[in-house]
């Protein structure tokens, strides 16, 4: 049965292909079941990004079988954080949700050597995230 105490989080940017992808992974690995975890993009691609995949499995984190998926109503209103990562003015906002804005590179397009430092940096923040809303949960 999930803990229904959780916080939830969800991150979006575009296509769900890469920023998003990483962060939803990162926290997913460092707090557990601790933190219910969503990904989603004003415009999914097709595949996650392949520098993506390469860069998250250097660091030790398998996204190889995760799927782009759409940005609903639905996932904002089931989550008490959302994170942007350049998905524009097509994120809904809801009252009393919590909104953060990363400013990141897109990786879109970029080889596995260029993702690497927009990966770093992804798990930095949610190192920081997971201090602040999960802290129990952080190895």
Not at 40 to 50: C, F, I, K, L, R
Not at 129 to 139: G, M
Request: glycine fraction near 8%.
């Amino acid at each position: 049965m999930p803990d229904t105490t959780a916080s939830s989080v969800l991150f979006v940017c575009v296509h769900n292909a890469g920023r998003s992808q990483m962060a939803a992974a990162f926290l997913t690995h460092l707090a557990g079941d601790r933190v219910q975890v969503r990904s989603a993009g004003s415009a999914p691609a097709d595949t996650v990004n392949p520098a993506v995949v390469e860069a998250m499995a250097e660091a030790g984190v398998d996204i190889a079988t995760e799927v782009p998926k759409v940005l609903t109503t639905d996932a904002v209103q089931a989550s008490d954080v959302v994170i942007t990562m350049g998905c524009g003015d097509t994120c809904p906002v809801l009252p009393g949700k919590r909104y953060l804005d990363w400013d990141l590179p897109d990786p879109a397009g970029r080889g596995v050597a260029a993702v690497r430092p927009i990966r770093d940096e992804i798990e930095k923040r949610i190192r920081g995230l997971v201090d602040e809303i999960a802290p129990a949960a952080r190895p």
